[in-house]
């Protein structure tokens, strides 16, 4: 039998998914059930929004959950580096393979001309795709486009008539035309790989032998297999997951829901309840619904993974963690956790050169920082409007402090008050009409401690979640509304 050797490799472009743990559980129950190996590799060839601190959060995040790697950027292995943009020389090197052995190519195709060609396939209600328009030049024309510096990425010639095989662990084989699938950009024109070059390359060179990530990848394959086979290896094995459910059926997200790991730690879950939660949306109790990763990956049957997809109840999630506190913690343990989650001096240090000030006995703390610890709060309606102000416009100035907050780079009080000064100006509001409603929806009351000072303390997945809770109580937006909102904040 093959070595097992399964991956997980994120994108540090942002908090970790609830998602991205999910695979990762069913990676690491894969890999002990058959005394295999579990990579961490990092895909940071995203330029623009890669950042250290996220790729940190990510190791941080599956430390937490106890989803511990044999191989990663940290502790090292034998098929090293573990970062993309480390191994950008190998992705050339095989991409220039690709376009020697006549299954890649050139394609100086502007982005004016593929904005024109997709406005057109659009208005005849065409397949929107590329059209091969750099297929077929004449090396010659090539060379001397390349000689005089045109910018150029590397395209896979994918066939266009016929159908693709995908076999899956969990499914029947699946057929996929070739005629719906494009000629794939492997490499842009920076030099930096796309994601499907990278990840073919990288899970070949890595040995991996079992691919399990979410289903949305199905329609992705194809070319992936094209690629396994232009270089005459042979493809891992796939398990596509179901995917996780927002309440609607729609896939979950954060317009809708706290979907990163961060949000759950920081709310007070706790990890086991978080993956045993996880297990469930995908895989029937073990005996009872609470059970360990290790009991998942003693009796693990891929067979028995429900491919419906499941709803993300947060409800369900509470009862769990309800029962892992009151059934799996001694009261000395549960002191402890609470010490190590957010009840120690650090943290309640950070509350006092702000609150110091607002007190007059030490009864006043505990009531005054409450909402620091609470995993939601209830503000009125009434309190989040401000004087001649409208419920409907106010969610919508909450809609936009959330996307001018999901862009502070340094989450402290001067990011926090730099994104709110963006968000008056656009709305050519006075800076208290945006801070007023703020202060309600972070702390649930009309007054409390300094805005900017306890956003930088809720930290930005809290904070995020409660103006999204304001906007609910104040009626919400709708798709429509947030899409032409957003093109008008974006601007």
Not at 125 to 147: F, M, N, P, S, W
Not at 205 to 216: A, D, F, K, T
Not at 343 to 361: K, S
Request: overall charge negative; aromatic content about 10%.
């Amino acid at each position: 039998m093959t070595d097992v050797r399964v991956r997980i490799a994120p994108s540090p472009t942002g908090p970790m998914h609830v998602g991205t743990a999910y695979q990762a559980l069913f990676d690491w129950v894969w890999a002990r059930q058959n005394d295999g190996q579990f990579v961490l590799r990092i895909e940071d060839t995203d330029q623009a929004r890669s950042q250290k601190k996220y790729e940190d959060e990510l190791m941080q995040s599956l430390r937490w959950l106890g989803l511990a790697w044999d191989e990663g950027p940290d502790v090292g292995g034998p098929y090293g580096p573990y970062r993309q943009s480390e191994r950008l020389s190998i992705y050339a090197e095989y991409a220039a393979k690709l376009v020697a052995s006549g299954h890649a190519y050139p394609c100086f195709c502007t982005s004016e001309r593929l904005a024109a060609l997709r406005k057109e396939q659009q208005e005849r209600k065409e397949h929107v795709g590329y059209d091969g328009h750099c297929r077929d030049l004449a090396t010659k024309e090539v060379e001397a486009k390349i000689q005089a510096g045109c910018a150029h990425v590397i395209r896979l010639e994918m066939p266009k008539e016929g159908a693709c095989i995908v076999e899956d662990i969990l499914r029947e084989p699946i057929s996929l035309e070739w005629g719906n699938v494009d000629d794939q950009v492997l490499m842009k024109s920076d030099g930096f790989p796309t994601y499907h070059l990278a990840v073919v390359v990288d899970d070949h060179l890595m040995q991996i032998s079992h691919v399990i990530r979410g289903e949305e990848w199905i329609t992705s394959t194809p070319k992936h297999l094209m690629l396994y086979e232009a270089f005459g290896w042979t493809p891992p094995t796939y398990m596509h997951l179901p995917l996780l459910l927002n309440p609607d059926g729609s896939k979950m997200s954060k317009r809708r829901n706290p979907t990163s790991v961060e949000y759950y730690r920081r709310a007070g879950y706790v990890p086991q309840a978080l993956l045993n939660y996880l297990a469930l949306m995908a895989y029937p109790p073990i005996g009872d619904e609470k059970f360990t990763v290790e009991q998942l990956a003693e009796h693990f049957d891929p067979a028995k993974i429900n491919l419906g997809g499941s709803i993300f109840d947060i409800d369900k999630l509470g009862w769990l963690n309800g029962r892992y506190l009151r059934e799996e913690r001694t009261p000395e343990a549960l002191l402890a956790e609470l010490k190590g989650w957010l009840l120690n001096d650090e943290y309640v240090g950070q509350m006092l050169p702000f609150m110091q000030q607002r007190l007059e006995t030490l009864g006043d703390f505990v009531p005054r920082v409450a909402f620091f610890f609470a995993r939601q709060v209830e503000p009125e309606a009434e309190d989040l409007v401000p004087k001649k102000r409208e419920a409907a416009e106010v969610a919508r100035m909450l809609q936009t402090a959330v996307w001018a907050l999901d862009e502070v780079v340094e989450w402290d009080k001067d990011g926090v008050a730099e994104a709110v000064r963006r968000v008056a100006a656009h709305w050519e509001w006075p800076v208290r009409d945006v801070t007023v409603p703020l202060i309600v929806a972070l702390t649930g009351e009309r007054v409390g401690p300094p805005l900017f000072e306890s956003a930088a303390l809720l930290g930005p997945e809290l904070t995020r979640m409660r103006l999204l809770d304001a906007m609910k109580v104040l009626g919400g937006l709708s798709k429509k509304q947030a899409s032409r909102l957003e093109k008008g904040w974006r601007r």
